[in-house]
C-alpha cells in the first residue's frame, strides 16, 4: 500500500513532533511533561489524519479528536486501541 508525497510528508511531520517532544521531556525543565504531552497528541492527531485520508473517512477539517477515530472505526471491524488514552492527555 502505497502513500501519496503529501500524505508521507505529513507523517514525517509527525514524528518530527514527536521527537521534539521527547527532547523536552528528557530535559526535565519545568512544565516539560505538560508541553511533551501537548507534542505527543498533536502527532498522534496528524497519524489519525493521514489514516483517515488514505481509507477516505469523512471527516471535516475541524474534528475533533474522538472523531477522528470513531470515523476510523467505522471503516474497518476493528477499532483503535488505547482510545481513553488516546482522550485523556492527564499525566
Same mark, same amino acid.
Given at each position: 500500500?502505497?502513500?501519496?508525497?503529501?500524505?508521507?510528508? =505529513?507523517?514525517?511531520?509527525?514524528?518530527?513532533?514527536?521527537?521534539?517532544?521527547?527532547?523536552?521531556?528528557?530535559?526535565?525543565?519545568?512544565?516539560?511533561?505538560?508541553?511533551?504531552?501537548?507534542?505527543?497528541?498533536?502527532?498522534?492527531?496528524?497519524?489519525?489524519?493521514?489514516?483517515?485520508?488514505?481509507?477516505?473517512?469523512?471527516?471535516?477539517?475541524?474534528?475533533?479528536?474522538?472523531?477522528?477515530?470513531?470515523?476510523?472505526?467505522?471503516?474497518?471491524? =476493528?477499532?483503535?486501541?488505547? =482510545?481513553?488514552?488516546?482522550?485523556?492527555?492527564?499525566?
Amino acid at each position: 500500500m502505497s502513500l501519496s508525497k503529501e500524505l508521507l510528508n =505529513r507523517l514525517v511531520c509527525a514524528k518530527y513532533i514527536f521527537r521534539k517532544g521527547a527532547e523536552i521531556l528528557e530535559r526535565g525543565e519545568p512544565f516539560a511533561s505538560g508541553i511533551s504531552i501537548i507534542h505527543f497528541q498533536d502527532a498522534a492527531e496528524i497519524v489519525l489524519r493521514v489514516i483517515a485520508e488514505k481509507f477516505h473517512c469523512s471527516i471535516k477539517e475541524n474534528s475533533a479528536f474522538n472523531q477522528i477515530m470513531d470515523a476510523i472505526d467505522r471503516i474497518d471491524n =476493528r477499532r483503535l486501541t488505547h =482510545r481513553s488514552a488516546l482522550n485523556n492527555p492527564r499525566l
